[in-house]
């Protein structure tokens, strides 16, 4: 044990980085906020409340590019941090900047919170062109835009060349989750409905394709985007939605074997219903991948109560970043933990979480 | 323009640092929180109230290990967030992870918010020892316990060897700015009085001699601290407190240079007054530095009104971490943004913020 070292699998998302969670951080930082595993930290110590009065005009002037009204005015506190080390910084559909502002807006609306304000820091390496930080920083700007958050605080570091990688980006986020809102992975009941946003494997089959150099028939583009617009509609339309989840590292299996998990349930899954694009599906069958395992940076997963399946299922889909949601499958009483897959030909099979490293520097 | 590369001055903390972010940050990200330049911006969107009830007990019994009573029931959200790549990950006083805790509660120390939360986002290289970590994470956690703060949210991330330098940590402070402080970095007004908390580069020669592997006759550990309960009794001991900073990349003189500046004020300190260690003094003649541009951890600077100067350095003196205060000079109405340092041989001259980068990774 002493001679352990960090591994790649380590930061995978999956098996490995659980097990680092448990045994170095909870026992070290654990809370209840923490221990609860979910996306983002919701904090019970403080209530927070919109202000009235001139310095809330100014601000909300700027906070207002997103779409009016959506601001609760008390709530919650949430709390969430993300390390962005995607490699390359430039991808098809996205970048390390839009990366890094999605991230982590979308692991707050995760628990149900409107995304307030951004805290951004950068891990610079020496030689890196000025023009690259810039047109990182452009994009940012742009994903923050979109999502209706203000980057309020920041900070830059320079580590000398050959000790960093380009940028890294770390962003945290701060959120406020609405009165009556109490979203957890534990939640899942039997009988729950299970949803999926939209195609999975987009994210990372283009991050790869263009650190590889790869060409396939059609390009992928990422999937990465802010969800917390396609969250405000869908907590509209399902008053009784238990939890949602984004499948990014460790992709769309680790997610369902976490819910399973937190919730003590099983979670059965058809095959012919999770939507993979074609051309994904060709990608990962050239480069031995299973789609069910590769990161997602703009689709979520939901559990919903049966009867409120189809409307918020109409929901999504009526979404910009929803349009190809389907319902995947349902929510058994046991064996706890465990996600059984109904495969095309009929047989079903168990879909573990990702173990090892299958893609590092996805995200 | 287009070929300008990030330089490691960049991350000085000094001039050119400065330079990034009006020229890069600020044009993209621009808001009022982050125009304000202080240590946390302080938001106005929302109030903070802390909640009664069952969570709330259940949490307090976590974050009470503070002092008790000194959490504010009410007030306006602070954030703020800070990179740590400081080389070697360990030195005498401290290591990256009691760096990463005490740095981000003191930037909210000194906008005059209690620390309530931090978030830490790990970015490992492949290959680190597992022990390593672990004896980071537990100084993050006896560190949080000094400042009476929760680590509420986590990430972590592993890039190849060779692409990052062992570890870096962000973290990310959420506090509370109780109502009626209002302290800026522009509030500082002919005739006030400077204090400093104590002796100025510990840090800087701490880390510079267990990186070069220098030996001074007398070893400098770092003065690395929580400020925060030092803070509150400055609150309390000076109610009319213009503004406070701590003198971390860029040092005494950097600092000087940016309060003078945002208040559009001259600032003189008398050389006499400035406490610096002999040990400190020692290794700076040797390696040619000026202890007024050499890292602090553990200190600030506090702007005070001339009539509750006294009894503010008393307070500081009383304090764990205030020992060594001293009132080492006075804001004078102009030339604005002029630093002046009066001699000890009774001459005047200017005092530049930091110029290039001078010792890299220090924090």
Redesign the interface.
């Known amino acids: 044990?002493?001679?352990?070292?960090?591994?790649?699998?380590?930061?995978s998302g999956g098996k490995l980085?659980e097990e680092?969670?448990r045994r170095?951080?909870v026992p070290?930082?654990g809370?209840?906020?923490?221990n609860r595993m979910d996306d983002?930290?919701v904090?019970?110590?403080?209530?927070?409340?919109?202000?009235s009065g001139a310095?809330?005009l100014?601000?909300?002037a700027?906070?207002a590019r997103g779409p009016a009204g959506a601001r609760p005015s008390v709530g919650?506190?949430a709390?969430?941090?993300?390390?962005?080390?995607v490699k390359p910084l430039f991808f098809d559909g996205g970048d390390i900047g839009r990366l890094a502002v999605c991230g982590t807006v979308n692991d707050l609306a995760m628990v149900g919170a409107t995304p307030?304000?951004l805290?951004?820091?950068?891990?610079?390496?020496?030689?890196?062109?000025?023009?690259t930080?810039?047109r990182v920083?452009?994009s940012?700007?742009a994903a923050?835009e979109e999502a209706g958050v203000?980057?309020?605080?920041?900070?830059?570091?320079?580590?000398?060349q050959?000790?960093?990688?380009g940028l890294?980006i770390?962003t945290?986020g701060?959120g406020?989750v609405p009165e009556g809102i109490d979203l957890s992975g534990s939640n899942a009941r039997p009988g729950d409905v299970v949803l999926l946003s939209g195609p999975i494997g987009d994210h990372g089959i283009a991050v790869l394709s263009r650190r590889e150099g790869l060409e396939f028939g059609v390009p992928v583009a990422s999937d990465v985007a802010p969800l917390n617009h396609l969250v405000a509609v869908l907590l509209e339309a399902s008053p009784g939605l238990r939890a949602m989840r984004d499948p990014t590292r460790g992709g769309l299996a680790t997610t369902l074997n976490e819910l399973a998990a937190q919730s003590r349930v099983a979670i059965q899954v058809e095959e012919g219903r999770v939507p993979v694009r074609a051309s994904v599906r060709a990608a990962c069958e050239m480069l031995g991948y299973d789609p069910l395992y590769v990161a997602n940076e703009g689709k979520l997963v939901a559990i919903v109560p049966p009867d409120e399946a189809e409307r918020a299922l109409a929901a999504l889909r009526g979404t910009r970043y929803g349009e190809g949601a389907e319902m995947i499958g349902s929510v058994l009483p046991g064996p706890p933990g465990r996600v059984l897959m109904r495969t095309r030909i009929g047989g079903t099979r168990v879909v573990q979480m990702l173990m090892g490293e299958m893609l590092?520097?996805i995200?």
């Open positions: 044990m002493s001679k352990e070292r960090v591994l790649l699998a380590h930061g980085s680092l969670i170095v951080f070290a930082f809370n209840p906020a923490l983002s930290a904090l019970d110590g403080y209530r927070m409340a919109a202000s310095p809330q100014i601000e909300s700027i906070l919650r506190l709390l969430t941090t993300d390390c962005h080390v307030l304000y805290a951004a820091g950068f891990v610079l390496e020496e030689g890196l062109p000025m023009e930080l810039e920083v452009a940012m700007r923050a203000q980057i309020a605080a920041g900070d830059t570091k320079v580590v000398e050959g000790k960093a990688d890294f770390t945290t701060v406020i590092p520097r995200c």
